[in-house]
C-alpha cells in the first residue's frame, strides 16, 4: 500500500493555472502508475490524466488536452498535474491515485476501478 497526499489546489480566476503535487511514501514510487481523477458536485469520478511508471507515457482525458500536463519525479515519490487555462467547469476535487498491478493502456488507466490506493483530494475552484 501507498499512501497519496495532495496539494495545490485552491481558488483561481478563469484562464489561470495551478499545479497539484501527490507525495507518496510507503512503498517503492516507481511500482506504481498515478492517476489523477477528479469529481464535481453531483457528478461521478472522472478520470483526468494518467502516467506510467518510468514517465514515458501520458493520457489524457479531452477535455483537458493541450492544457494540463502529467509528469511526476521518482526522485522525490511525487507526482504533478500542471493546470492551464482554466475554466468554470474544471471545478472539482481533485484526487490522485496509484496503481500497482497493471499494464498502462490508454483504455486501462481511465477506470477508477483499478486503482488500490487514492488520496485525500484537493479542492480547485475556477471562477469566472
Known amino acids: 500500500q501507498v499512501q497519496l497526499v495532495e496539494s495545490g489546489g485552491g481558488l483561481v480566476q478563469a484562464g489561470g493555472s495551478l499545479k497539484l503535487s501527490c507525495a507518496a511514501s510507503?512503498?517503492?514510487?516507481?511500482?506504481?502508475?498515478i492517476g489523477w481523477f477528479r469529481q464535481a458536485p453531483g457528478k461521478e469520478r472522472e478520470f483526468v490524466a494518467a502516467?506510467?511508471?518510468?514517465?514515458?507515457?501520458?493520457h489524457y482525458a479531452d477535455s483537458v488536452k493541450g492544457r494540463f500536463t502529467i509528469s511526476r519525479d521518482n526522485a522525490l515519490n511525487t507526482g504533478y498535474l500542471q493546470m492551464m487555462s482554466l475554466k468554470p467547469e474544471d471545478t472539482a476535487v481533485y484526487y490522485c491515485?496509484?496503481?500497482?498491478?497493471?499494464?498502462?493502456?490508454?483504455?486501462?488507466?481511465?477506470?477508477?476501478?483499478?486503482?488500490?490506493?487514492w488520496g485525500q483530494g484537493t479542492q480547485v475552484t475556477v471562477s469566472s
Open positions: 491515485a496509484a496503481d500497482s498491478g497493471g499494464l498502462f493502456t490508454t483504455v486501462a488507466v481511465q477506470r477508477p476501478e483499478r486503482y488500490t490506493d
Open positions: 510507503g512503498r517503492t514510487f516507481t511500482n506504481y502508475i
Open positions: 502516467i506510467s511508471r518510468r514517465g514515458a507515457g501520458t
